[in-house]
C-alpha cells in the first residue's frame, strides 16, 4: 500500500503544471514530398501542435496536393495527392542548446486521385504513420525542420508504402523548455 502511495504522489508532482513547458503550442508549413512506387508528389504540409510535458506533446497535420505527377512506368496515368490528414505523438529530446530529435508516430488518411487515358478515380489511404527528424530553433521562436515519416497504407493501391521528407518553418509561441 505504501509503494502504490509513494508512485501516486510522484505520479501527480511530475504532472504538476510546474512539470509542464512554459508555452506548449507551435505552427509550422513547409513543402513535403509523397514518395511512392512509381510517382513523388509535392505537398504544402502544415502542422499544429501541442507541448504537453518538456519532452512529450501531439501535433496535427494537414498536407495539399501541388499538382499532379506522371506514374513511372505507365503510359499517360497520373496521380495527385488532394488531401492528407495526421494526428501524431511526437517526443522530443534536446541534444544542444537549441536543437532538437524528434520522433513520432500516429495515424493518417488522405485522398488521392488517379487518371488514366481521361479514365479518373479516387483512393482513400489510411495507415498508421512514425518518423523521425530534427528540429534548429534560429531564435527564440523561429527555427526549421527537417523529418522522415513512414505512412504504412492499408490500401492496395500503395503496397510499398509512402516515404514523406518533409522541411518546414516552425514558430512557437514562447520557449517550450
Do not use: C
Request: glycine share 16%; net charge negative; aromatic share 12%.
Amino acid at each position: 500500500m505504501k509503494k502504490i502511495a509513494v508512485a501516486a504522489v510522484l505520479v501527480g508532482a511530475a504532472l504538476q503544471p510546474s512539470g509542464m513547458a512554459q508555452s506548449d503550442l507551435y505552427v509550422s508549413g513547409g513543402y513535403s514530398a509523397f514518395d511512392s512506387e512509381g510517382a513523388t508528389l509535392s505537398t504544402l504540409s502544415l502542422r499544429g501542435g501541442l507541448a504537453f510535458h518538456e519532452i512529450l506533446g501531439g501535433e496535427f497535420e494537414a498536407s495539399f496536393g501541388l499538382g499532379a505527377e506522371d506514374l513511372d512506368g505507365v503510359s499517360g496515368a497520373q496521380v495527385e495527392l488532394e488531401n492528407q490528414f495526421g494526428a501524431y505523438l511526437v517526443g522530443r529530446y534536446p541534444v544542444a542548446q537549441d536543437f532538437d530529435v524528434l520522433a513520432r508516430i500516429g495515424y493518417t488518411t488522405g485522398e488521392y486521385q488517379s487518371s488514366n487515358s481521361g479514365v479518373t478515380g479516387d483512393i482513400e489511404v489510411d495507415g498508421v504513420a512514425f518518423g523521425v527528424g530534427g528540429e534548429y530553433m534560429l531564435t527564440d521562436a523561429w527555427g526549421v525542420r527537417a523529418d522522415y515519416t513512414r505512412i504504412e497504407a492499408e490500401d492496395d493501391s500503395f503496397d510499398g508504402g509512402i516515404d514523406v521528407f518533409s522541411i518546414s518553418g516552425v514558430y512557437k509561441f514562447g520557449d517550450m523548455r
